[in-house]
C-alpha cells in the first residue's frame, strides 16, 4: 500500500491520511546542501530558500548558514547554522493527487450539519479523509469551488441543461515531521487547487426553484 494510506480501515470502511511513525532518515553534509535541497531542522521538513558558506576556520571546516522555508506550513522560516562537516537529515516528502468527491457532515445540538472533512478518491479509487479546518485557506477554497459547483449544477438544471461535469483536484505533498527521538510521523498539506467545469448540451426544460449553499445548513434543506 502506499505510504500515505493506512492499512487498516476505519469503522466507517474509509481511508485516513496515514499517521504512523516511520524510525530514522537519511542524512546529508551539511557543506553539500544546496538551494532548493531538503532538510530537517528543528524536526520540521523544509527546503533551503539561502545558503551561506564562510570561510574554512582553524579546523579546516567551513561554516555553513541555511534559511530555510517549512514544506507544510509554508509561512515559517527557519535560520539554521553549522560546521560543514555535520549531517543534517533529510525529510521523506511524497506528492500525490487527490479528488474531491463530496464532504463528510456531522448534525449538531440545533439540528445543522458541520463539516468534519473533505471527502476524495485517490489514484486507486480509494476514498480518503481530509480532516476539515476551517482556518486553512486551502481547504476554505474547496470548498467555496465545491458550491460553486452545486449552484451551477442547480442553475442547469432550471435552464433545462444537463448536469455540469466537474472535478476538483487537490495537490498534497506530504513530509516527516519529528515526533520523538530518531521517530517520525506524515504531516501533509493541500499545495494546490485545480477546477475544471464541462458544460453539456440542453436537454428537456425543467422547473426547480434555486436554493444557495453554505458551510452550515439546516438538515433536510436544500
Same mark, same amino acid.
Given at each position: 500500500?502506499?505510504?500515505?494510506? $493506512?492499512?487498516?480501515? %476505519?469503522?466507517?470502511?474509509?481511508?485516513?491520511?496515514?499517521?504512523?511513525?516511520?524510525?530514522?532518515?537519511?542524512?546529508?553534509? #551539511? $557543506?553539500s546542501i544546496?538551494?532548493?535541497?531538503?532538510?530537517?531542522?528543528?524536526g520540521r521538513p523544509c527546503v533551503v530558500k539561502k545558503v551561506a558558506l564562510s570561510r574554512?576556520?582553524?579546523?579546516?571546516?567551513?561554516?555553513?548558514?541555511f534559511l530555510c522555508q517549512d514544506l507544510i506550513k509554508p509561512d515559517r522560516k527557519y535560520q539554521h547554522v553549522c560546521p560543514g562537516k555535520d549531517y543534517i537529515e533529510v525529510p521523506e516528502v511524497e506528492k500525490y493527487e487527490l479528488v474531491v468527491t463530496g464532504l463528510k457532515t456531522v448534525e449538531d445540538e440545533d439540528m445543522m450539519e458541520q463539516i468534519v472533512a473533505i471527502v476524495t478518491k485517490?489514484?486507486?479509487?480509494?476514498?480518503?479523509?481530509?480532516?476539515y479546518d476551517e482556518e486553512d485557506e486551502k481547504q476554505?477554497?474547496?470548498?467555496?469551488?465545491?458550491?460553486?459547483i452545486q449552484e451551477e449544477k442547480k442553475s442547469d438544471d432550471e435552464k433545462g441543461l444537463k448536469s455540469t461535469e466537474t472535478i476538483i483536484k487537490l495537490s498534497i505533498i506530504q513530509a516527516t515531521v519529528s515526533a520523538k527521538k530518531n521517530k517520525y510521523q506524515w504531516d501533509y498539506r493541500v499545495e494546490a487547487i485545480a477546477c475544471t467545469v464541462k458544460k453539456k448540451k440542453n436537454k428537456t426544460? #425543467?422547473?426547480?426553484?434555486? %436554493?444557495?449553499?453554505?458551510?452550515?445548513?439546516?438538515?433536510? %434543506?436544500?
Open positions: 500500500p502506499r505510504r500515505h494510506f $493506512s492499512k487498516i480501515r %476505519s469503522e466507517e470502511g474509509r481511508y485516513k491520511m496515514q499517521q504512523q511513525e516511520i524510525e530514522g532518515l537519511k542524512g546529508q553534509q #551539511a $557543506s544546496k538551494v532548493r535541497g531538503r532538510v530537517m531542522i528543528k574554512p576556520g582553524k579546523h579546516g571546516h567551513v561554516k555553513c548558514n485517490n489514484e486507486d479509487d480509494e476514498t480518503v479523509m481530509l480532516p476554505e477554497e474547496i470548498l467555496d469551488y465545491f458550491y460553486k426544460k #425543467a422547473g426547480g426553484r434555486r %436554493s444557495r449553499g453554505g458551510r452550515r445548513r439546516r438538515k433536510g %434543506s436544500q
